[in-house]
């Protein structure tokens, strides 16, 4: 049945995001939780503030590849219009909320641009142009981050994006929102953190 495999998938993604690689890579190399550094989380900046540029660098790849896998596996395996952006969504909320680490995990950034660039690079263009500009301005990767992560769906939306990148848009931008939510603050806050939007 196509609709139980599709289903099926669902569990498959969500385990797929619980692969913390930041987490890990702290385990093996450090012997510590990373989430007891810097901001607490998994995502590849604090990863590179106790392993090096080597740690951000392998953890922003391989947080990537989670949301690239996750898209090839629904292409190749799903059968519904809905398989891609859902697989998406959960694998985010995988590495947010990771099972075995007591749902405490990244912020969800990386997995979703691997995702996205797969399911639409031309709309992931759009939105690094956009990032460069607000940044300009701003000079704030974060709070630029965050404004254009807040306006995706309607930057979608008037490019004329087919529905299931809408729908996608639509549940993934609020997720990477409340993840994020201690780094609005310091932002905000005027403080000297400038760099933890791509970091997870």
Known sequence: ???????????AFYLLGCLTSGYYLVRVFKRTDIRDHASGSTGARD?????????????SGLDFIKGAIAVWL???????????PAGIVTVVIGHIWPVQLGFRGGRGVMPAIGGVVLFD?????????LLATVYAVLRRLTLSGMIVVAFAPVIAFVLG??????????????????????????????????????SS
């Open 47 to 59: 990863v590179g503030r106790v392993l090096g540029p080597w740690g951000l660098v392998i953890t």
């Open 121 to 129: 690079p031309i709309l992931m263009l759009v939105f690094v142009a």
């Open 1 to 11: 049945d196509r609709m139980t495999t599709d289903l099926l998938l669902l569990p």
């Open 74 to 84: 629904a292409m190749k395996y799903g059968t519904g219009d809905w398989i891609v």
């Open 161 to 198: 994006r087919p529905l299931p990148v809408l729908l996608l848009l639509c549940a993934v931008t609020p997720l990477i929102l409340i993840a994020h939510r201690k780094s609005r603050r310091a932002e905000l806050g005027w403080t000297s953190d400038t760099g933890s939007f791509l």
